[in-house]
Each structure stands twice: as C-alpha cells, then as structure tokens.
C-alpha cells in the first residue's frame, strides 16, 4: 500500500524510531512543535480515528499503554499531551491514524 506510515513502520523509509513492538511504532516526529514530540501509531493500516471498530481497537488501547510507558521512560513527570487529529478541520495531514505524545515545554489548548 502507497502509505507514507505504512512504509515508516515497515523501515522502507527512513525515520528514528523510540519504541517498536509487533503491533506498535514510534518514532520522532519531523516537523516538532514541542522538544518531545513522538508519533505514535499501529503498524496495521487504520486510516482515522472514525475507523476504529470492535475488530481492530485492541491495537488503539495498546497504544496508549506505550504512550504511558514511553512518559515514564522519558521521565516525563511534568506532564504531556497525547492526541489524534481527525479529518480536515483537526488538521489531519496522514490519513494513517497517528498519536503525537507531545510534552517538555507548556501546552496551550490549540497546542501551538
Ligand atoms: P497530522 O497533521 O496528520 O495530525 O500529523 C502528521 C504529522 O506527521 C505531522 O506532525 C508531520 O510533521 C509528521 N510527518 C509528516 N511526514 C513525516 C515523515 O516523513 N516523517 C516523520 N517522522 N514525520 C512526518
Ligand atoms: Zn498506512
């Protein structure tokens, strides 16, 4: 599949990577708007958080748990902010659903 996600999970592009596991994949974002700002994401194609059904949302809660685990290894005791943008007016940019772990500096409300 033509997925820039797709293909950052399966290493066929470059990207530097915080944690992979079977299921899970994270790695910097290229663009940050904060000095932690990590892309969290399934290695299964989910487009949007409107896609997460019964059948795949195992995948979505795990995620969160890496979300815990990479705060606590990064020793993120100040606090962080986990969010998925959802289509056109949240500013969705790659349609493979993602979680940007987003901390180290103070967040406003619109995060930027
Ligand atoms: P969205 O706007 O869809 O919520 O977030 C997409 C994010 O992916 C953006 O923060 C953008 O900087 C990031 N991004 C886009 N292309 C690449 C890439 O090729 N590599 C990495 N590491 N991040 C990317
Ligand atoms: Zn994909």
């Known amino acids: 599949m033509d997925c820039l ?3 950052i ?3 066929e592009l470059p990207s530097i990577k915080v ?3 079977d299921t899970v994949y994270a790695f910097k974002d290229i663009n940050p708007i904060a000095p932690v700002h990590i892309l969290i ?3 299964e194609h989910i487009s949007k958080l409107e896609d997460i059904t019964p059948e795949n949302s195992g995948v ?3 995620i969160f748990e890496v979300a815990a685990k990479l705060a606590k290894d990064m020793g993120l005791e100040n606090g962080f902010r ?4 959802c ?3 949240a500013g ?3 349609f493979h659903i993602h979680f940007h772990l987003l901390a180290g500096r103070k967040l406003g409300w619109e995060c930027q």
């Open 5 to 7: 996600f797709c293909k």
């Open 87 to 89: 289509g056109e007016d």
């Open 41 to 43: 994401i399934p290695k």
């Open 9 to 11: 999970s399966r290493g």
């Open 19 to 21: 944690y992979e596991d």
């Open 92 to 94: 969705q940019t790659v």
């Open 60 to 62: 979505i809660s795990h």
């Open 82 to 85: 986990v969010v998925s943008n």
